[in-house]
């Protein structure tokens, strides 16, 4: 296993920005649900349930590069 040294602050910046994203995604998922009950489809209301509860327990899911992260936004 690699170590790898970063700055104290850079590390605080990377966990602060990981919070504001579950949050965001937190409130998304109680946005959509709210809004458009009736028209959430079931099976992706739960790939929604499943990644925030992901993020709360602290998985991750790693991107190379900006067009990963459009795939897999949109493979949900």
């Given at each position: 296993?690699?170590t790898?040294t ?6 605080a ?7 504001k994203?579950?949050?965001d ?7 959509v ?8 489809n ?12 992901g ?14 992260i ?6 949900l």
């Open positions: 296993m690699n790898i970063i700055p104290r602050n850079t590390y910046q990377i966990l602060d920005t990981q919070e994203l579950r949050g995604l937190s409130r998304l998922q109680k946005i649900f709210h809004i458009a009950q009736d028209e959430v079931p099976k992706y209301a739960t790939k929604l349930s499943k990644i925030e509860k993020l709360s327990a602290g998985k991750g899911t790693n991107f190379k590069n900006k067009s990963e459009k795939k897999f936004f949109r493979s």
